[in-house]
């Protein structure tokens, strides 16, 4: 009787890579990266700095929870004071 392969998916490099980043940071900082590496790539040199502010403030809000346990939630705009108080 023939075994019954197991699909798993295999993980990326940059998902294992970041395997302890917690939820909802993770998706997001992946999902970021893909997006700056696509655009430079494809030559989109001008989107590219759209896409790495997007990764920033992603990280950015990363750092705030891992410094205060809060963050800038992601449906509001990062306010400069914020950034100052918190990291």
């Known amino acids: ?3 019954a392969s197991s699909r798993t998916k295999s993980k990326s490099p ?3 890579a970041l395997t302890k980043v917690s939820l909802p940071f993770r998706p997001k900082i992946i999902q970021y990266f893909l997006e700056v590496k696509k655009r430079l790539a494809e030559g989109k040199d001008e989107s590219v ?3 790495a502010g997007k990764l920033c403030e992603c990280v950015l809000r990363f750092l ?3 410094v205060s346990g809060k963050y800038t939630p992601f449906n509001k705009q990062i306010g400069r004071a ?3 108080e918190r990291v």
Do not use: D, V
């Open 1 to 3: 009787m023939p075994k």
């Open 14 to 16: 940059l998902e294992t």
């Open 49 to 51: 700095g759209l896409a």
């Open 64 to 66: 705030q929870n891992e």
């Open 82 to 84: 914020s950034c100052r």
